[in-house]
T-cell receptor
Framework: DTGVSQNPRHKITKRGQNVTFRCDPISEHNRLYWYRQTLGQGPEFLTYFQNEAQLEKSRLLSDRFSAERPKGSFSTLEIQRTEQGDSAMYLC??????????FGSGTRLTVV | AQTVTQSQPEMSVQEAETVTLSCTYDTSESDYYLFWYKQPPSRQMILVIRQEAYKQQNATENRFSVNFQKAAKSFSLKISDSQLGDAAMYFCGGTGGTSYGKLTFGQGTILTVHP
């Protein structure tokens, strides 16, 4: 197992386009988290999955954002009608219990 | 943690010296975890050290140790014998106060190590 994998590493998109990111967690981890990190700031929680169930969503997650985790394995985060303010690093983390988290390398989104 | 505050935007240290990074937090929970993560320019969040709130003893990991003051809700990181490779952004984070073990992070401290 090579840890948490995120793809793509970088994404440049035009304003108004839709983008989708993927996170492959560590296989035995049933918890999966998405965070957003803007330059010079700490990561901010977006959403949480336990297996395939999305159990918590931040108010940061507007209706243009949607996340899924079909079958409790990989997860996708989609942003529709991207805006320049969506430019950020999107981090995924997985865990099998509270207190132990593994982060991916993130997907850096630039909206032009 | 419901909120985490790092009051030092930047810190610097000479190689081989010791530096302490500060962190305070707020939570209504009695059981939670506190963390220090390192984020180098490669952007991968790397766990430096973890503290379980119910443990009185301060966590240590080689050159890294914490001063955990539960009553004061303070959680500082001490880096001894600083190395050039320690240069990075350091984030303090914690669980508790919310459900599902999600982490709340502080704003970060940029650590510069001078040779």
């Amino acid at each position: 197992d090579t840890g948490v994998s995120q793809n793509p590493r970088h994404k440049i998109t035009k304003r108004g386009q839709n983008v989708t990111f993927r996170c492959d967690p560590i296989s035995e981890h049933n918890r999966l988290y998405w965070y957003r990190q803007t330059l010079g700031q700490g990561p901010e929680f977006l959403t949480y999955f336990q297996n395939e169930a999305q159990l918590e969503k931040s108010r940061l997650l507007s209706d243009r954002f949607s996340a899924e985790r079909p079958k409790g394995s990989f997860s996708t985060l989609e942003i529709q009608r991207t805006e320049q303010g969506d430019s950020a690093m999107y981090l995924c983390a997985s865990s099998h219990q509270e207190g132990s988290y593994t982060f991916g390398s993130g997907t850096r989104l630039t909206v032009v | 943690a419901q909120t985490v505050t790092q009051s030092q935007p930047e810190m610097s240290v000479q190689e081989a010296e010791t530096v302490t990074l500060s962190c305070t937090y707020d939570t209504s929970e009695s059981d939670y975890y506190l963390f220090w993560y390192k984020q180098p320019p490669s952007r991968q969040m790397i766990l430096v050290i973890r503290q379980e709130a119910y443990k009185q003893q301060n966590a240590t990991e080689n050159r890294f140790s914490v001063n955990f003051q539960k009553a004061a809700k303070s959680f500082s990181l001490k880096i001894s014998d600083s190395q050039l490779g320690d240069a990075a952004m350091y984030f303090c984070g914690g669980t508790g106060g919310t459900s599902y073990g999600k982490l709340t992070f502080g704003q970060g401290t940029i650590l510069t190590v001078h040779p």
